[in-house]
């Protein structure tokens, strides 16, 4: 069964420094998607980032980068240059069948002015 | 935010009730979600709908049911729920077709809480 892992039930981050998330999956799919989303409190999820397993670079957006290791199933998240507006929960979800997205239980990132 | 809505943002039920969650997607997507999200708890999947049709029913209870009138419109009827049900209740949606990188779109979610 595919199933989404996160470790860090919680993290803090300094303002202006940088933050790794980590996540691992299981699958035995070679073709499928990864999306990091991020839910700030009492407010909407929103998509960060998503990765397609078949490209070998990384994706990046602006601040938000991923380290995608694909024979490790891992798919971390990177946060430079942190912001107040950072601090929520973050999920990653792996893609499967044709609709189904499977979450990880959620890191809490605290962001410390 | 305004993509996809959903009302009532905050519920509160009797176990004996019945009532309904709304959820109305602007972006022209042709498959729709519900989710449930529980504290501690990695979101569950629990409808799917593709073109008005459900394409997933992620084993949940019968107290649930869905009903997706149009591509844009998605209702979650309640009845008869158990406290163990209060959560969060995310709508989603996506545009179907082609490859399966195809972001999903959320919406606030309804707060539940059954009494």
């Known amino acids: 069964a595919q199933t989404v892992t996160q470790s860090q039930p919680e993290m803090s981050v300094q303002e202006a420094e940088t933050v790794t998330l980590s996540c691992t999956y299981d699958?035995?799919?070679?073709?499928?998607?990864l999306f990091w989303y991020k839910q700030p409190p009492s407010r909407q999820m929103i998509l960060v980032i998503r990765?397609?397993?078949?490209?070998?670079q990384n994706a990046t957006e602006n601040r938000f980068s991923v380290n995608f290791q694909k024979a490790a199933k891992s798919f971390s998240l990177k946060i430079s240059d942190s912001q107040l507006g950072d601090a929520a929960m973050y999920f990653c979800?792996?893609?499967?069948?044709?609709?189904?997205?499977?979450f990880g239980t959620g890191t809490l990132l605290a962001v410390q002015p | 935010e305004t993509g996809v809505t959903q009302t009532p943002r905050h519920l509160v039920m009797g176990m004996t009730n019945k009532k309904s969650l709304k959820c109305e997607q602007h972006?022209?997507?042709?498959?729709m979600y519900w989710y449930k999200q529980s504290a501690k708890k990695p979101l569950e999947l629990m409808f799917v709908?593709?073109?008005?049709?459900?394409?997933e029913n992620n084993s949940v209870p019968s107290r649930f049911s869905p009903e997706c009138p149009n591509s844009s419109h998605l209702f979650l009827h309640l009845h008869t729920l158990q406290p163990e049900d209060s959560a969060l209740y995310l709508c989603?949606?996506?545009?179907?077709?082609?490859?399966?990188?195809?972001?999903?779109?959320f919406g606030p979610g309804t707060r539940l809480t059954v009494l």
């Open positions: 989603a949606s996506s545009q179907e077709g082609g490859r399966r990188g195809n972001t999903q779109y």
């Open positions: 699958t035995s799919e070679s073709d499928y998607y």
């Open positions: 990765q397609e397993a078949y490209k070998q």
């Open positions: 979800a792996y893609r499967v069948d044709t609709n189904k997205l499977i």
């Open positions: 972006l022209g997507h042709n498959a």
């Open positions: 709908y593709n073109f008005k049709e459900q394409t």
